[in-house]
């Protein structure tokens, strides 16, 4: 059986918050570049690993994982998204 290569979306950084509940916790939310769909991330800010975990400018996500966009985000998505992508490479960290 051949392999079939999965399609990926690339996805830019639009914010970066922190957990409500969890003070430990930090949200990352990506975007497609005309603000439609999203990636949420959550991940915790400690690590018992030490192992140093950056934030990319983007990421290629599989569609499958990504949201539809709120309509009343959209149009703030889209220009976060088209403002980190103008500014940083797509594996710059951040």
Same mark, same amino acid.
């Given at each position: ?11 830019? %950084?639009?914010?970066? +918050?922190?957990?409500?509940? =969890?003070?430990?916790?930090? *949200? ?6 005309? !603000? &439609? ?7 915790? %800010?400690?690590?018992? +690993?030490?192992?140093?975990? =950056?934030?990319?400018?983007? *990421? ?6 990504? !949201? &539809? ?16 992508? =103008? ?8």
């Amino acid at each position: 059986m051949a392999e079939t290569a999965t399609e990926t979306v690339r996805v830019w %950084l639009v914010e970066r +918050t922190y957990g409500d509940d =969890e003070l430990n916790i930090v *949200i990352l939310t990506y975007a497609t570049p005309d !603000g &439609e769909r999203y990636l949420r991330k959550e991940r915790a %800010l400690t690590s018992f +690993t030490g192992a140093k975990r =950056e934030t990319t400018a983007a *990421i290629d996500a599989d569609p499958a994982n990504l !949201g &539809e966009t709120p309509p009343e985000d959209r149009e703030y998505f889209a220009d976060a998204a088209s403002r980190t992508a =103008e500014k940083y490479d797509p594996e710059e960290t951040l």
